[in-house]
T-cell receptor, first 116, second 110 residues
Framework: EAQVTQNPRYLITVTGKKLTVTCSQNMNHEYMSWYRQDPGLGLRQIYYSMNVEVTDKGDVPEGYKVSRKEKRNFPLILESPSPNQTSLYFC???????????????FGPGTRLTVL | DAKTTQPNSMESNEEEPVHLPCNHSTISGTDYIHWYRQLPSQGPEYVIHGLTSNVNNRMASLAIAEDRKSSTLILHRATLRDAAVYYCILRDGRDDKIIFGKGTRLHILP
């Protein structure tokens, strides 16, 4: 089944403890992206990647890191989480990237992160 | 980055058509208009997209103004399962930064 998976689905952590949220897609998509969703603010893009080893900042990249060493994986890294990073996080992927017809994005189920 | 403007919320009666508007007055010639929706407790899902011409698929229709500065998502016969937040976004094939905005929360009345 074609899908985007995220792990963990729920995470409670403490300020300053490094964490990684994994994202994986099995559709051979070039484009992958991370979003955060907060009440009243809608979906905001954190980082995106147009292909392996190519990443770029979205609207709210501060406090986050990403890597794209393989096409299928796009982990989100919080080196030193803070309470203002408490949010619902979504990973997404789509087939094409810059220069082509922007295809539909497929979203993962979300990761609810609480930073105490 | 080109942005969109949508009403915060709308209501519609079940089994009636719904027209969800979106303004994108700064749209560029290479921007595609995409619509997504997010059902409660789920991730967003793709609905439809278009460039210049009106588009139809099994979920909805997309009507694009001639000057492309606005568009309308049409749900032909709303059901309770269509209650969701609907997002209108612009995607440029050259710049893959995406701005979602807050969307329109659609309420369906039985």
């Amino acid at each position: 089944e074609a899908q985007v998976t995220q792990n963990p689905r729920y995470l409670i952590t403490v300020t300053g403890k490094k964490l990684t949220v994994t994202c994986s897609q099995n559709m051979n998509h070039e484009y992958m992206s991370w979003y955060r969703q907060d009440p009243g603010l809608g979906l905001r893009q954190i980082y995106y990647s147009m292909n392996v080893e190519v990443t770029d900042k979205g609207d709210v990249p501060e406090g986050y890191k990403v890597s794209r060493k393989e096409k299928r994986n796009f982990p989100l890294i919080l080196e030193s989480p803070s309470p203002n990073q408490t949010s619902l996080y979504f990973c997404a992927s789509s087939l094409t990237s810059a220069g082509g017809h922007p295809d539909e994005q497929f979203f993962g189920p979300g990761t609810r992160l609480t930073v105490l | 980055d080109a942005k969109t403007t949508q009403p915060n919320s709308m209501e519609s009666n079940e089994e009636e058509p719904v027209h969800l508007p979106c303004n994108h007055s700064t749209i560029s010639g290479t921007d595609y208009i995409h619509w997504y929706r997010q059902l409660p407790s789920q991730g967003p899902e793709y609905v439809i997209h278009g460039l210049t011409s009106n588009v139809n698929n099994r979920m909805a229709s997309l009507a694009i103004a001639e000057d492309r500065k606005s568009s309308t998502l049409i749900l032909h016969r709303a059901t309770l399962r269509d209650a969701a937040v609907y997002y209108c976004i612009l995607r440029d094939g050259r710049d893959d930064k995406i701005i979602f905005g807050k969307g329109t929360r659609l309420h369906i009345l039985p």
